[in-house]
């Protein structure tokens, strides 16, 4: 082996080198074209193509495809179609799954004669079967046959689940035996689908297989057949629908109602989806009439898909959006606004304003739920029955969707609207009318989006999401002091209204009622009603025909229940009543006091306001608490953690210092000599520097600096950050912060200022140029030492890559396997032997 690879070699090794690159280029080009451009752009022209209403459209489609215009537009327009295509398909697959292996309902999978109505009898026949679920809304206990002594929950209810129960058992047995009767028609055929027969169809098929990122032009199949498919889903789920509705509105007259609305599309494609449903139920029928068993299937999974995405778009788009806007309208008098401002914010920016109405109902919806879940945690098993356990495993919400008949899930909707909707009175427009009057001079909130303010906007952000937002949203002491209030009024209602054992329960019940368990839960599976088919099928139907929630806990009924649980909902009602008007007023309060001596009688956005208030009650509610937990311990240790704790918040604040004030100021400061000055500012105007507005600047240029030093690669700055975040403020290591982290960070950002303008100010004027050369390199002088920087790094890149492909080379050419072969060494002892070369390579 030459000490030195011939310039030959090296040639061929960089030609052969450019040439596999050309070749990865080129495909991974086409792969990005056809999955990037191809596909999206062929779904948006297809799509507008459909929609135009023309045929002249159709005949031009070829042509229209290889348009060259608004590409960037119809690329973006047909990754959404595409995304929507593709959600919709696993959707159907995922829905199929859950119909294969949970059951389908009853009336799709039972064959007997159905009369000329036969859709009301299957209603009827389902409301039946269903009839241990008839509050859905609304889980009710299970079934009390062991408690003799106290109250159940509904005894009403509890006693016709016996008779329900009954009626189940004789329809299952004849269904079993039709079933038996009927099993050569081939209705079950569809059923017996096993999704691992389609698994191990696709073990050879990778996402690098697929998608062509392994090297093979396998992917352009694939390619056509995604647009196909596309072409598929876009004419049945989107055209054929949006066309049914577009038509019965047209002939009912409604056609100018919905163009008012702004959203003519997408209500034009929920008629058509409802109308489609009402049509394929009416067919479902006439064929169960004729005995068309598997149409009749058929045609029942048809109407099953659209029912659970009508249901779906219902729960999940409208009800937030009937809340977001019932919220809005609530709270108008707390900013000053009226419904001709809502009324022309819509008109200007209809789909921004539905979507952030829907954003705030959704987060009311979610909190909602969060405290209902906190409840659970706190009362008694059994008292919350007329609302769903979101954390009972055997809730499935897409189980219901498919079992339950569409008056159920309308009577649900109404129910939840009116108490969502009531909650919003009690909570929001009731204590506004109450503040309006104590205190006239309180309302409304000023939500102004500037400020004239002498302090920057961006610093207040700032404040709010880097310091005030994080404490607020940690759920461990929040949620804690949360359930303990809870705790604390639900001790003291039950005593005062002598309900304790109706909201807690009796600690001596609940020891019995815990021995008695198993016994509850064997008697319970005894009672279940033998349901047709195994596994999840039988699994979901047990679970429909159950009484209620298996933690059910009995309690002692006093005297006068009924008006006992009035005064307890008044009470209730009276509590979220003060509650309210002391968080719309409080935070609020404190926020204005506090900002007022920062920005003294300026106006600011009372979202930081807010902010700053709930922020300093969340730090007295933390220190009350803290000294509280510390009181039993004694005076003597109470004084011991206070000294550990200031000793503690000292070494914090000089930390907090170093690299929260001075590493983000002069990382701002960098910032803006290097890039917003060279672009802003004109060579004949000075610039001007605001330290908040870099500090600001700064401290999201830190995160984002830390955040890409946690991912990267193992280097000291890394290390160094780990093990500071490992420490924690507790165990914070100050000489170790300082030694090892503040030091060197600050000296390189110092070096970084300092340099520059030591030579653009005392080196340039020595050298007898002009004022506009001084100018210019005082200037240009930051960019361009970070041009050179880079350069410098982007060389000494591409001189390790060269010694690497060098390496390379010579390995391919003169190694064999593992072994070298022509190799001589220049200095070698006398008498050493070398090993041959092995004749066969690997």
Sequence with gaps: MPSRLPIQDIFAGLVTSIGTAI???FHYTLVAFAWLGVVPLTACRIYKCLFTGSVSSLLTLPLDILSTENLLADCLQGCFVV??????????VWLREQIVHGGAPQWLEQNQQQPLNGVAQQNEAQAVVNGGVENAVLDQPANPAAENVVVGENPEIQEEQVDEEEEDNEDEEDAVVEDAADANNGAQDDMNWNALEWDRAAEELTWERMLGLDGSLVFLEHVFWVVSLNTLFILVFAFCPYHIGHFSIVGLGFEEYVQASHFEGLITTIVGYVLLAVTLI???GLAALVKFQRSRRLLGVCYIVVKVSLLVVVEIG?????????LDICSLEMFDATLKDRELSFQSAPGTTMFLHWLVGMVYVFYFASFILLLREVLRPGVLWFLRNLNDPDFNPVQEMIHLPIYRHLRRFILSVIVFGSIVLLMLWLPIRIIKYLLPNFLPYNVMLYSDAPVSELSLELLLLQVVLPALLEQGHTRQWLKGLVRAWTVTAGYLLDLHSYLLGDQEENENNA????????ARNNNAIPVVGEGLHAAHQAILQQGGPVGFQPYRRPLKFPLRIFLLIVFMCITLLIASLICLTLPVFAGRWLMSFWTGTAKIHELYTAACGLYVC???????????????QGRRVIFQKVKEWSLMIMKTLIVAILLAGVVPLLLGLLFELVIVAPLRVPLDQTPLFYPWQDWALGVLHAKIIAAITLMGPQWWLKTVI?????????????????????????????LSLCVPYIIASGVVPLLGVTAEMQNLVQRRIYPFLLMVVVLMGILSFQVRQFKRLYEHIKNDKYLVGQRLVNYERKSGKPGTSTTPPQSSQE
């Design 722 to 750: 780990e093990q500071v975040y490992a420490n924690g403020i507790r165990n914070i290591d100050l000489h170790f912060i300082i030694r090892k982290l503040a030091a060197p960070v600050i000296s390189v950002l110092l």
């Design 282 to 284: 009416v067919c479902h």
């Design 318 to 326: 409208v009800f937030p959006l009937i809340c977001g806007w019932w």
């Design 618 to 632: 969340w730090l007295t509610i933390r220190a009350v608490t803290v000294l509280v937990a510390w009181m039993p």
């Design 23 to 25: 070749r990865y280029w």
């Design 515 to 522: 021995n008695q368990q198993p016994n509850n839960q064997h």
């Design 83 to 92: 995304t929507c295509t593709l959600c919709a398909f696993i959707s159907l």
